[in-house]
């Protein structure tokens, strides 16, 4: 086996003439580039506790909020974010204790947020030029007015169930920031500048894309991967460990050197960490979450057992880690016959601390041969496939499939049309084994033959391809499959072995020549964009580019030498005379290898970009060339077999609407220091403003529509009359903790303008185009015809469709004859009938378009600051259905005029809700709805057919439980008879199955009956005002709007009140109220008749009442004056005591007989 790289002996002079010519051909474009300093972007990770510490670094593990930074906001008074201000922002009067919940964004409170929260880490952004120091450059940048420019892209959930699907970004202006080093400059020494590193829930992969702001040096744009690694846990110690194994740190040789490369599988664009398996005899892996720009060596904690027997044959054992598969969560892997698995501490995904504790082996009594991996998630979920041998050969575990008499080489799974494609090896008594490929659908669980493999590879006779129609010759070659890939958006299938066929319909087989029958494939690397690199068993590279039929050798090839040569001569550390590739892997499009290098005794591990573009360029060049004698002297001329020498895209529309892509805006607070510089509170205001316009994002997605079609507003709408004082305090240098906050930098952006490239991947809706033109210059005329016809003859333009019955392209041309050039007009519309309705940004159909140039391929080249890039192939990934980021929200403002229109009047609950107002039963509603579109900030009226539908209710909101299907038709249908409606409408549009009314914006409105089998039917009130009901309304367009892809469903409360009693009801309360008046009055008269003897009585007993109490009186004060007189007199005390009771009883007896006269002479009234 040789290593992928060259042996390394003295460079011959032919390989440094053709590097020299390689040099001497560049243009003088790429001349003016290499005289610009060579600066890239540096970005690492720290956490609050690390900003400004010299060579600090974190990993991406704490995934919580911090509520640090509310403490920074409490001294913001008189600010526009003054936190008294944003309590209740969005509740109204009503506030309530947060708690992290599935939200949009972040990890995100649930109804008003009360504090200001920040994220765990922020980006630290420095740069470097090439043979300068690092701190000065930095410090010169801040100097010249340089600011880095952060977009953060969140890549959207596999779990669509749970959370929203949305294509978010955020970009943000970074904050200069001095290092705390100790330094003896006036000014600063060291410095670095920084920006919050949002989190959002769903979301564990981050990509960070770093650019200028247009001033200062010029520095490439650069980007990076920021993902979240959940199998690494904080100690107590504050110390990071892998939850997975134990980490090792000495990267042995015999690790790499002389072994085998494998392929790197993972979900694309979903898995946070990469893991890599194949080391010799070790039960370790390689695990990153930068996609090797750093890595581990982690030792698994698995127990290695072996479980072969009859039933389970294994002729060794071995504790290499031979397949291993990475997902959104979790990590699979295969020793020996064993599966296992590992799930990551993701609490963004799962908002729960649901880790594995250890690997968990599944499968248990399955011997499995091979992992098979699924590259794209579906239906909300990711798939790995197991092969099995042993008792159960011809197993394929994703459920349960069996095929007789045959064992299953592998299997690639369609997500679109719900079936697998299986690589079969069919054993016959009567003849040889032979290879077929099988379709088996999972949902009707038919298995059908599509394809038989060839025995012997064909004979194509020195052409490039061959279809294999079974009428060719063929050679003594044995065909020997090995596997499959599959492209989900061009429907390519290749079947892959010691040859390489091709097809587009998983049928019709195309036999691609220039690959050599003596080489053996060991596995296929695709980038899913158009390219595809292919790793032989001898370590050799090829590269295809799909559409086309050639093959093209990168390494070993001449362009490899010279471009080794090149780059030994600018002693590139990316190189060195042993090497070992490890890996082979797409980023971006572009292709990268890992390479274990030995240079000077020591080894180590590299990433480094495979250029295929570069590679190409001078293998061309070196293939093509002519030496003519002019004069005493050799000239070298080339042949260029590109047609065009001009490629441009132009009248490309805006993005945003094809692209889906939601984008934020967020710029530093403004400090009130001399030099810009930011500080700790600073900082952490900006993490928190950045924390509440991610918040303001999810919260956004709310039933009832703003007034304003911006989730920003109620941000601002109470301080926007105040702006102009809060920025005379920061101009006079009195903005309370010396940060101004601008309400102008904290927006969304909705018109992006296209930067003359086609976009990643293309949405459409129903029937929506998307129309370009692309402009080719001609390489050179011919003399011997018109230019004209040289012009139309050399350039032509094909437009391939991978599903032409769903899509279609349009191309116009015009000739530009004075320009030598043509114009292409490209129009690529949807066909209207290829997708069934479906919930926004859910079950997309996966097809493309590929736009190619006539004889561009392996030719053309485009020279950029990064070297050259292959020209005249253009993939595009197309996505039909129901855009992401459209929803259907109630026009509560239109609604309540309207209502008002009509009614004549309108009556508001007793205690008013500003965010659900009231209707009035006895009123007719007319309910009218926006389609919003959150990409873009479009929001109209919205214009289709819907079904609306009682689906819960209740008297309160604490009280509203949902109705059972049964219910729902009962209390909803016009068929009806059980006397169980709730409202009725004078439209006579129903449903196919005439089961709901059809309603639209030109309804007639919906008149409310609560008929007596309702829940609405009698409700009683809670106090002395009328009735209340809360409907829980289900608006839905499905199967009733022909208009739109989107199956739009909107859940909403709506408050009626005013609700009548019923009859009964009603009838009772009458006579309960007539009962109690009357007995009132009957009272009334009563008390009116016995009035007068009862005032008597009353005198007469107030009369009696008085004497008695005045007689006490009397007989107490006696008491007092005799005990006075008696303490005075020098008397015997017998003496005195019977001298004072004859007197009392005198006293006494007079009283008596005054009494009984005076009743005596009083008259008889």
């Not at 520095?219 to 134990?246: A, C, H, M, S, Y």
């Not at 260029?640 to 934020?664: A, G, K, S």
């Amino acid at each position: 086996m040789s290593p992928p790289g060259p042996a390394w002996p003295r460079l011959r002079v032919l390989q440094a003439l053709w590097a020299l010519l390689v040099v001497l051909l560049a243009p003088w474009r790429l001349w003016a580039i290499k005289n610009t300093q060579e600066c890239t972007w540096q970005v690492v990770l720290n956490n609050f506790e690390t900003v400004g510490k010299k060579d600090a670094s974190d990993r991406f593990v704490d995934q919580e909020p911090l509520y640090t930074v509310d403490k920074v906001f409490s001294l913001l008074v008189d600010a526009p974010i003054d936190p008294d201000e944003v309590r209740g922002l969005v509740s109204g009067k009503r506030e309530r204790s947060w708690t992290c919940t599935p939200l949009g964004s972040g990890h995100l409170p649930t109804l008003s947020l009360q504090t200001y929260l920040g994220f765990p880490y922020y980006l630290k952004i420095n740069y470097s030029c090439k043979g300068e120091s690092s701190e000065a450059l930095v410090r010169k940048g801040h100097l010249t007015g340089l600011k880095p420019v952060v977009l953060v892209t969140f890549q959207s959930p596999v779990n669509f169930h749970r959370w929203k699907i949305e294509q978010l970004q955020i970009q943000m202006e970074a904050a200069p920031f001095r290092s705390r080093e100790r330094c003896n400059a006036e000014e600063v020494c060291l410095m670095s500048w920084y920006t919050p590193m949002p989190i959002k829930n769903g979301s564990v992969v981050m990509r960070v894309d770093v650019s200028s702001n247009g001033l200062g040096p010029f520095i490439p744009n650069k980007r990076f991967q920021v993902n979240i690694n959940g199998f690494l846990e904080r100690q107590r110690d504050n110390t990071l460990q892998f939850t997975v194994g134990n980490e090792l740190f000495n990267l042995i040789p015999r690790y790499f050197v002389n072994v085998p490369s494998r392929p790197l599988w993972y979900t694309v664009d979903q898995a946070p960490v990469f893991i890599l398996g194949g080391i010799p005899e070790e039960k370790a892996i390689l695990l990153t979450d930068t996609n090797f720009k750093d890595f581990f060596l982690v030792e698994l904690s698995i127990d290695s057992c072996w479980v072969g027997s009859f039933y389970c044959p294994q002729t060794s054992f071995t504790a290499t880690i031979y397949d291993a598969i990475a997902t959104e969560s979790t990590l699979f892997i295969r020793q020996n016959q064993l599966i296992y698995y590992f799930t990551g501490t993701y609490t963004t995904l799962h908002e729960s601390n649901r880790g594995s504790e250890r690997w968990v082996r599944v499968l248990a009594n399955e011997c499995i041969k091979k992992l098979c991996p699924v590259h794209f998630h579906s239906n909300g979920s990711e798939y790995v496939m197991a092969l099995t041998t042993g008792k159960h050969e011809g197993y394929v575990h994703f459920g349960t499939i069996t095929v007789v008499n045959c064992s299953i080489t592998w299997a690639v799974f369609i997500a679109g049309d719900y079936n697998l494609l299986l690589l079969v090896e069919i054993e016959d008594p009567s003849t040889r084994k032979y290879f077929q490929v099988v379709s088996y659908d999972l949902v009707s669980d038919y298995l059908v033959v599509l394809y038989t493999i060839p025995e012997f590879i064909p004979d194509a006779r020195g052409l490039e391809f061959l279809m294999v129609l079974g009428t060719e010759s063929y050679t003594n070659f044995p065909m020997v499959p090995k596997g499959m890939s599959y492209n989900p958006y061009n429907n390519l299938l290749f079947i892959w072995g010691n040859f390489l066929l091709q097809s587009y319909n998983s049928e019709n087989f195309i036999y691609l020549a220039d690959f050599p029958k003596e080489l053996s494939i060991k596995y296929l690397v695709n980038s899913f964009y158009g390219d595809t690199a292919i790793v032989t068993e001898t370590e050799e590279i090829w590269y295809l580019l799909e559409g086309s039929y050639q093959v093209y050798k990168l390494f070993p090839s001449k362009g490899w030498e010279v471009h080794v040569s090149l780059q030994v001569m600018q002693q590139s550390s990316l190189y060195a005379p042993n090497e070992t590739m490890v890996t082979l892997f797409y980023e971006d499009h572009r292709l990268y290898q890992l390479v274990y290098l030995i240079d000077n005794q020591q080894g180590r591990l590299v990433k480094r970009l495979v250029p295929v573009g570069q590679l190409l360029m001078y293998q061309q060049i070196s293939n093509d060339y002519l030496l003519e004698r002019q004069g005493s002297h050799l000239t070298l001329s080339f042949t260029n077999f590109c047609p065009f020498t001009v490629m441009r895209l132009r009248d490309l529309p805006n993005p945003q609407i094809y692209t889906r892509q939601e984008r934020y805006r967020a710029q530093p607070p403004r400090v009130l220091e001399p030099g810009g510089f930011h500080s700790d509170n600073s900082l952490a205001v900006y993490q928190g403003l950045v924390y509440y316009l991610l918040w303001l994002h999810s919260k956004y997605d709310k039933p009832y529509a703003d007034p304003v079609h911006d989730p920003t507003w109620r941000w601002w709408k109470n301080k926007k009359q105040d702006q102009d004082y809060y920025f005379y305090l920061a101009s006079n240098w009195r903005s309370a903790g010396s940060v101004h906050v601008d309400m102008a930098s904290y927006e969304k952006i909705y018109d992006l303008k296209a930067e003359n490239e086609l976009p990643e991947r293309i949405f459409l809706d129903k029937g929506t185009s998307y129309r370009f033109s692309v402009f080719l210059t001609a390489r050179e005329p011919e003399p011997l015809h018109g230019p004209s016809f040289q012009v139309q003859s050399k350039l032509g333009l094909a437009v391939v469709l991978a599903d032409p019955e769903c899509i279609e392209a349009v191309v116009k041309e015009k000739v530009l004859v004075n320009r030598n050039s043509v114009l292409f007009w490209v129009t690529l519309s949807d066909k209207r009938f290829c997708f069934d309705q479906g919930i926004s940004g859910h079950h997309l159909m996966k097809t493309s378009m590929l736009l190619k140039v006539a004889g561009s391929s392996g030719h053309c080249f485009q020279n950029t600051h990064q070297g050259p890039r292959m020209q005249g192939n253009l993939m595009v990934p197309v996505l039909i259905g129901c855009p992401p980021g459209k929803r259907l929200a109630f026009d509560i403002t239109y609604t309540l005029e309207y209502n008002r229109l009509q009614n004549k009047h309108y009556f508001d609950c007793v205690h008013v809700a500003p965010e659900m107002p009231c209707f009035l039963f006895r009123d007719i509603f007319y309910p009218f709805f926006l389609i919003q579109d959150l990409v873009t900030g479009d929001s109209g009226s919205f214009q289709g057919s819907y079904v609306l539908k009682v689906v819960g209710g209740g008297p309160t909101q604490d009280t509203i439980k949902e109705y059972s299907e049964e219910d729902i038709y009962r209390f909803n249908s016009p068929l009806d008879k059980t006397g169980s409606l709730i409202w009725t409408t004078r439209n006579t549009t129903t449903t196919e199955d005439s089961a709901f009314n059809i309603l639209s914006h030109n309804s007639l409105g919906i008149e409310w009956l609560c008929m007596e089998n309702s829940p609405c039917h009698d409700t009683i009130p809670h106090s002395i005002f009328a009735s209340e009901f809360f409907f829980k309304v289900l608006v839905s367009n499905r199967g009733v709007d022909k208009s739109t892809y989107c199956d739009y469903q909107l859940t909403f409360q709506l408050h009626i009140h005013g609700l009548p009693l019923s009859a009964r009801r009603a009838f009772l309360i009458l006579m309960v109220s007539a009962s109690l008046f009357v007995g009132l009055v009957i009272l009334y008269v009563i008390s009116c008749l016995l009035s007068p003897y009862v005032v008597k009585v009353c005198n007469v007993l107030c009369w009696k009442i008085n004497n008695i109490i005045a007689w006490e009186s009397y007989i107490y004060s006696i008491a007092s004056d005799t005990r006075a007189f008696s303490n005075t007199s020098g008397t015997k005390s017998g003496e005195s005591s019977g001298g004072i009771s004859r007197v009392v009883s005198m006293v006494a007896g007079e009283n008596k007989t005054d009494t009984k006269e005076t009743l005596r002479k009083k008259p008889i009234s």
